[in-house]
Antibody, heavy 123, light 111 residues
Framework: QLQLQESGPGLVKTSETLSLNCTVS??????????WGWIRQPPGAGLEWIGS???????YYNPSLKSRVTISVDTSKNQFSLKLNSVTAADTAVYYC???????????????WGQGTLVSVSS | QSALTQPASVSGSPGQSITISCTGT?????????VSWYQQHPGKAPKLMIY???DRPSGVSTRFSGSKSGNTASLTISGLQAEDEADYYC???????????FGTGTRVTVL
């Protein structure tokens, strides 16, 4: 069974860079025909798709975050990563990594999810 | 791109059926048959319940069904059970640069 697990600091200072990894088990990113994505959820609020990456490195980003986001993949570690720079309190959220159910789709119908990790931004 | 509109809360008694609406526009819900529904229990990750408007992933109860008419998608839960009490979110592809938009979320309460 495919499993995803987020890891990274739970506290980031204002204006610095948020960095998270997602480790995939039960499947190989490099041989996958799927995109791998990041989604966030501020406390008490709804979901927001951040962006997605293919094993080749091809990416799609939410334009509202595109100027500050970089998603990368490390197939040797079976991981993909999220970097969000110049963070503010508005970036405080639970960050999830996830994989869509549809092969070749960069977003929509996310079927497999990590447990999520809360990242707080504070000065 | 504004979020898709869902009712803040819906409630029902055990055994009843409830329907949650998800209203968008001709640029998202009305334009694509790529509407998904997620169930989220407190402190847990969302769980995909419906995709492509009507399809259920393997393992999801047949009590959950989806439909769409025009710019509004709907999720129906039949035979409501205590375990169905959760937050529900819809999502859709969108023609806007955002590519995907989520709904505002609906809290389902089992009375």
């Amino acid at each position: 069974q495919l499993q995803l697990q987020e890891s990274g600091p739970g506290l980031v200072k204002t204006s610095e860079t948020l960095s998270l990894n997602c480790t995939v088990s039960g499947g190989s990113i490099s041989s996958s025909i799927y995109y791998w994505g990041w989604i966030r959820q501020p406390p008490g609020a709804g979901l927001e798709w951040i962006g997605s990456i293919y094993s080749s490195g091809s990416t799609y980003y939410n334009p509202s975050l595109k100027s500050r986001v970089t998603i990368s993949v490390d197939t040797s570690k079976n991981q993909f990563s999220l970097k969000l720079n110049s963070v503010t309190a508005a970036d405080t959220a639970v960050y999830y990594c996830a994989r869509p159910s549809r092969a070749g789709a960069a977003y929509g119908s996310f079927e497999f999810w990590g447990q999520g990790t809360l990242v707080s931004v504070s000065s | 791109q504004s979020a898709l509109t869902q009712p803040a809360s819906v409630s029902g008694s055990p055994g009843q059926s409830i329907t949650i609406s998800c209203t968008g526009t001709s640029s998202d819900v009305g334009a694509y048959n790529y509407v998904s529904w997620y169930q989220q229990h407190p402190g847990k990750a969302p769980k995909l319940m419906i995709y492509d408007v009507t399809d259920r992933p393997s393992g999801v109860s047949t009590r959950f069904s989806g439909s769409k008419s025009g710019n509004t998608a709907s999720l129906t839960i039949s035979g409501l059970q205590a375990e169905d009490e959760a937050d529900y979110y819809c999502s859709s592809y969108t023609r806007s640069a955002t590519l995907e938009v989520f709904g505002t979320g609906t809290r389902v309460t089992v009375l």
